[in-house]
């Protein structure tokens, strides 16, 4: 089936899931004619005005129930990333034989002009993603980021002026079901388990990853990371032209750690410490969407673009919930990492921090053990603070090697005992290695209480 006719006239189709993507996808396709019905298990006020919304436009819509019959007359299903392959609904329409695509895939059939910059990774690719587009927009080209990163890679596709680059961060989930995506310039960040809540073996996330590459030719160019094993594995026989950078390595791009400078196709472009962003992971980011940037187009590479590149990378400011500095209360800096959903997101975050560290760790166990963050505790952190539902398996993994206070699930207390274990000079860190789903909506609220509480009494 090729992407021109993915999308059948006939019929109408169904959407699963009325969260960002589902609505966005919905709408979108409402807007070219198309028949829709959309459903969502969950009924809550969100949905239910969500479910409004759509209705307005002619959309059929249900609400805390999915309707199989109807479902099973479907020309084609519309899956949301967080709804799992497990679910009732996607595993009837794969009973029945009902082609099933992701947001992203139905939004590419309706995209005529923008190129597209894809990233992927399991750790670090928001910010890659976001760092592309506004290295693209210091370039004085208008450029947006869409995808996983929070806007509906639909909503891009609906609007009658399209962007001329899209930088568009892929998740396994939305990869699973997006086969016909040929990004101008592919990026693959980094690979570590994750998601095992939902994948039964490290192997089928990992391979959810490598379609990113299921259209490479010889043309293709991809950005990879050096230092990654994994991810040098996953890409060894992938066509086309493979551009890496790494922190330790020779490599397209790089950290000369004899200068301090980052050095991108052969010649330096910023010093470290004009680059505004916590960690050493932050430079791999700058490094991977700067070389993304300057080999999609040649244009991007000329002494006037590589100073518009270098200006962008100093004015970019780290992303809400991902290593962002709160603030500095007391001689104590707060930062906010509530993106930091898997164990090595957050191994990540801790190699990254240059005081003595109070650790907020917790919330919804993932699959992973927290054994493999014991050698950074130990050279970083001076106390954990295990709570939510994870507490107890955090409390059992560390407390070989780290102080570990094991509160429940009152996050107020939790920021109470940050404060008062941390001292002048230190640091308290939200870095959670699990989801937020046992206290939270999701981790923005997670990152947004924390932000607000870490402020309160100072």
């Known amino acids: 089936m090729t992407p021109r006719e993915l999308v059948p006239r006939e019929g109408e189709i169904a959407v699963v899931g009325l969260a960002r993507s589902g609505r966005s996808v919905a709408l979108l396709l409402r807007k070219h004619g198309y028949n829709v019905y959309a459903s969502d ?14 209705r307005a436009q002619g959309v059929v819509v249900d609400v805390g129930r999915h309707d199989l019959e109807r479902l099973a ?28 695509a992701s947001e992203v895939e139905v939004a590419l059939t309706f995209l005529e002009g923008p190129r597209i910059i894809a990233v992927t990774g399991t750790n670090g690719k928001t910010t890659t993603t976001a760092l592309i ?19 509906p890679l639909a909503e891009i596709a609906a609007r009658e002026q399209q962007p001329k680059w899209i930088s568009l961060e892929m998740s396994s989930f939305q990869l699973h079901d997006t086969p016909s995506l040929k990004p101008a310039v592919g990026v693959l960040t980094n690979l570590s388990p994750d998601h095992l809540d939902r994948y039964s073996t490290v192997e089928e996330y990992y391979a959810d990853k490598a379609r990113l590459f299921a259209n490479a030719d010889a043309e ?35 950290l000369d750690l004899h200068t301090g400078q980052l050095v991108v196709l052969g010649a330096p472009l910023l010093a470290r410490q004009d680059l505004p962003l916590l960690g050493q992971h932050n430079v791999a980011n700058a490094l991977a969407a700067s070389l993304a940037v300057m080999v999609a187009d040649r244009s991007h590479q000329t002494q006037q673009a590589r100073k518009g590149i270098a200006q962008a990378l100093r004015t970019f400011r780290s992303l809400p919930h991902r290593l962002e500095l709160v603030g500095e209360f007391g001689g104590v800096q707060w930062i906010n990492d509530s993106k930091a959903t898997n164990v090595s997101s ?13 650790l907020l760790l917790g919330g919804r166990h993932k699959g992973e053990t927290y054994t493999s963050l014991a050698d950074a505790v130990k050279r970083k952190v001076k106390r954990v603070i295990a709570y939510g539902e994870a507490a107890t398996i955090i409390a059992t993994d560390l407390r070989p090697v780290v102080d570990v206070v094991r509160l429940g699930s009152d996050f107020d207390e939790v920021i109470q005992a940050a404060r008062a274990a941390a001292s002048a000079g230190e640091a308290v860190l939200l870095s959670p290695a699990c989801s937020s789903y046992d206290m939270f909506s999701n981790y923005e609220e997670r990152g947004e209480r924390f932000r607000a509480l870490a402020a309160k009494e100072a």
Do not use: Q
């Not at 991810?231 to 493979?242: A, E, I, L, P, S």
């Open 41 to 54: 298990v969950v009924s809550s006020p969100d949905t239910g005005r969500v479910a409004e919304e759509l």
């Open 346 to 358: 957050t191994a990540v975050a801790i190699d990254g921090m240059e005081r003595p560290t109070v």
């Open 220 to 254: 293709s160019l991809w950005v990879v990371n050096k230092d990654d094993k994994a991810v040098m594995r996953m890409v060894r026989d992938v066509g086309g032209h493979k551009y890496a950078y790494s922190l330790a390595k020779k490599a397209e791009a790089s």
């Open 73 to 100: 007359r479907a020309a084609l299903v519309v899956a949301s990333p967080g709804v799992p392959p497990s679910a009732r609904p996607l595993a009837f329409a794969r009973e029945k034989g009902i082609p099933i």
């Open 133 to 151: 587009a506004h290295l693209l927009r210091g370039l004085d080209i208008e450029a947006v980021e869409a995808g996983n990163i929070g806007t």
